[in-house]
């Protein structure tokens, strides 16, 4: 974005194109914050991604479970089923990492490093749409590509990363005025 100050004092075109270049290094800089958590929780996502999914096919009765429901609804079969589930286990505790450390670092002047049900739950929503990335790009990078489980899921979590820090940036975590500050519960 360019400022164009047309009658415009050198004064006021100078202070304009600072205030431009700031808002520009907060973003960067907010990017890079957001990617450094990015790698604390991609390391939360994998890790309990890699535990979640070797406890589900060591689980005879999760195996079952999974190939009762791939019969069932005709949706895949009890492999894909169990990748799905261990990515949704490793989403949910990885979102909710996320959120505390982005509230509290990446976020903090929007947040006000404050923790809520009503923000967290926002952001949660949010992160579904990552979540549904990260999902479809595990799917189609494992059985469509047949890349390993190891490299689809690191294929995924970059594809998310980029959903993720749009909407967070955009819609979860947006400059608000005065008049439309949401109210923060406890």
């Not at 069932?72 to 505390?100: E, R």
Request: overall charge positive.
């Amino acid at each position: 974005m360019r400022v164009r100050m047309t009658g415009a004092s050198p004064c006021e075109w100078v202070r304009a194109r600072l205030a431009e270049r700031r808002r520009g290094r907060a973003l960067s800089t907010k990017a890079v914050s957001f990617a450094l958590i990015g790698v604390v929780n991609t390391v939360i996502d994998y890790g309990v991604f890699l535990v979640a999914r070797a406890a589900l096919s060591r689980s005879p009765a999760a195996v079952a479970f999974f190939e009762s429901l791939a019969h069932s609804c005709d949706c895949g079969n009890a492999a894909t089923i169990s990748l799905i589930a261990a990515n949704t286990m490793s989403w949910i505790v990885a979102v909710s990492a996320s959120y505390v450390m982005n509230s509290s670092i990446t976020f903090a002047a929007e947040s006000g490093r404050k923790l809520g049900w009503r923000p967290y739950f926002t952001f949660v929503v949010s992160g579904v749409a990552g979540w549904l990335a990260n999902t479809a790009a595990l799917i189609v990078a494992a059985e469509i590509l047949l890349l390993p489980v190891w490299l689809a899921k690191a294929v995924a979590i970059l594809v998310s990363f980029v959903v993720n820090f749009s909407l967070s940036h955009f819609v979860v975590f947006r400059v608000r005025d005065a008049a439309d500050q949401p109210r923060r519960d406890a």
